[in-house]
């Protein structure tokens, strides 16, 4: 049972335009969301995230936008960098469970 | 300050044999998470230790198992392995309190054949 969900596998962005990711959940008990980028064969790397509490969190480039009666969380990143290219991955956690549940990814391509 | 580290980083074992894979957290970092991806089921959550206690467990068989060290070190543990057990092995280390972001090990690629 996916119950978080990245229906788009891929996006094609140009250099210095803006990335934007989507990230849709179905448990009403998660509470706290995070964004991870992943390089092949690499761990993900950690990159920013939010509580229930708040609807926006940003850090530089990278702003998350968190609309808790659609269940829906995005990721904006402004302005797109050849260094972004990478998979996204979702990750959502209730408060009660320490395990990240995560989305499928969504593999971002910046073209030059 | 290091990061999270996986050891080995590549393994190939054969149908039926065991499998222990290491994982060092961040120093400080007493939770230490384990998760499996493959390409067809994205990442998925196997256990999470905290203080050398299992406090969560996903949905895999027995095969599966863990523990924690004294150092906050763990291992993960496969028995009788299969070929759908082929995958990347990837480790993430955090506090441990609520509201803390969990950091990744370079993950371990285990091969059964």
């Known amino acids: 049972d996916q119950q978080v969900k990245q229906n788009s596998p891929s996006l094609s962005v140009q250099e210095g335009r803006i990335s934007i990711l989507n990230c849709d959940y179905t448990?009403?008990?998660?509470?706290?969301f995070l964004w991870y980028k992943k390089y092949p064969a690499e761990g993900p790397t950690f990159l920013i995230s939010?509580?229930?509490?708040?609807d926006k969190n940003e850090d530089g480039r990278f702003t998350v936008f968190l609309n808790k009666s659609a269940k829906h969380l995005s990721l904006h990143i402004v302005p797109s960098q050849p260094g972004d290219s990478a998979v996204y991955f979702c990750?959502?956690?209730?408060?009660?469970?320490?395990?990240?549940?995560f989305g499928a990814g969504t593999t971002v391509t910046v073209r030059a | 300050k290091a990061g999270v580290t996986q050891t080995p980083r590549y393994l190939i074992k054969t149908r039926g044999q065991q499998v222990t894979l290491s994982c060092s957290p961040i120093?400080?970092?007493?939770?230490v998470s384990w998760y499996q991806q493959t390409p067809g089921q994205g990442l998925q959550f196997l256990f999470e230790?905290?203080?050398?206690?299992?406090?969560n467990k996903g949905n895999f068989p027995g095969r599966f198992s863990g523990r924690q060290f004294s150092n906050s070190r763990s291992e993960m543990n496969v028995s009788t392995l299969e070929l759908g057990d082929s995958a990347l092995y990837l480790c993430?280390?955090?506090?441990?309190?609520?509201?803390?972001?969990?950091?990744f090990g370079q993950g371990t690629r285990l091969t059964v054949v």
């Open positions: 993430a280390s955090s506090l441990g309190d609520m509201n803390t972001e969990a950091f």
């Open positions: 448990n009403s008990m998660f509470d706290y």
């Open positions: 939010i509580s229930s509490i708040k």
């Open positions: 990750a959502a956690r209730t408060m009660n469970d320490y395990k990240l549940s």
């Open positions: 120093s400080g970092h007493r939770s």
């Open positions: 230790y905290f203080s050398e206690t299992q406090r």
